[in-house]
């Protein structure tokens, strides 16, 4: 059963730019959600969808966005990105519309110079 | 609104010994715990977890935490540290409803594993 796969699994870009990331859950994981993890602020929860709706959005401007397809897979956005904005994105789906059924992917390891 | 606190941001013991890592949350509902573990460059793998039920939960790797309601704590513990353990160790917490599938995380303990 495959796990969690999220694309690319590291991204360079220049701060101005945008950039989308990718998340293709595991096979019938229909919630997705979105994690910030930073050496200064740790894990911060971005947000989670749950068949294509947004559920639940933690606290990050608005430059920050997602979606979810039909097929749960999932993208987000970060537009105009600025240095601090550097990060590992993490990703995690589960079966239901809890939290203690997840599994999360590699991440995609995003650098703003 | 959840917190989780985890004492010591670095933790040290030698190969064979006991592996006890803190964590202590605060939650205004009957909270669900998880410990996660990452490696290098790795995503968070799930540990173990609780969320009903018997307060001390097994997991994977010899794993074992205990859910104390009384001290807020959900502290991990494995009697015989491997190299193998070596990594950042995340306690998380969840509201058992409403807002359940946001975990709230701390701020991680790096286990280190001495030969």
């Known amino acids: 059963k495959a796990g969690v796969t999220q694309t690319p699994r590291y991204l360079i870009k220049t701060r101005g730019q945008q950039v989308t990331l990718s998340c293709s859950p595991i096979s019938g994981h229909r919630s997705v959600s979105w994690y910030q993890q930073t050496p200064g602020q740790g894990l911060q929860f971005l947000f989670e969808?749950?068949?294509?709706?947004?559920?639940n959005k933690g606290n990050f401007p608005g430059r920050f966005s997602g979606r979810q397809f039909s097929n749960s897979r999932s993208e987000m956005n970060v537009s105009t990105l600025e240095l601090g904005d550097s990060a590992l994105y993490l990703c995690a789906s589960s079966l239901a519309e809890t939290a203690w059924g997840y599994t999360f992917g590699s991440g995609t390891r995003l650098t703003v110079v | 609104a959840q917190s989780v606190t985890q004492l010591g941001s670095h933790v040290s013991v030698s190969e064979g010994a006991l592996v006890l890592l803190r964590c202590n949350y605060s939650s205004s509902v009957p909270p669900y715990l998880f410990w996660y573990v990452q490696y290098p460059n790795q995503g968070l793998q799930l540990l173990l977890k609780?969320?009903?039920?018997?307060?001390l939960v097994k997991g994977i790797n010899g794993f074992e935490a205990e859910f104390k309601k009384s001290e807020t704590s959900f502290h991990l513990t494995k009697p015989s540290a491997h190299m193998s353990d070596a990594a950042e160790y995340f306690c998380a917490v969840s509201a058992s409803s409403g807002s359940a599938r946001q975990l709230t995380f701390g701020s991680g303990t790096q286990l280190t594993v001495l030969p």
């Open positions: 609780y969320t009903t039920g018997a307060t």
């Open positions: 969808y749950f068949s294509e709706t947004q559920r």
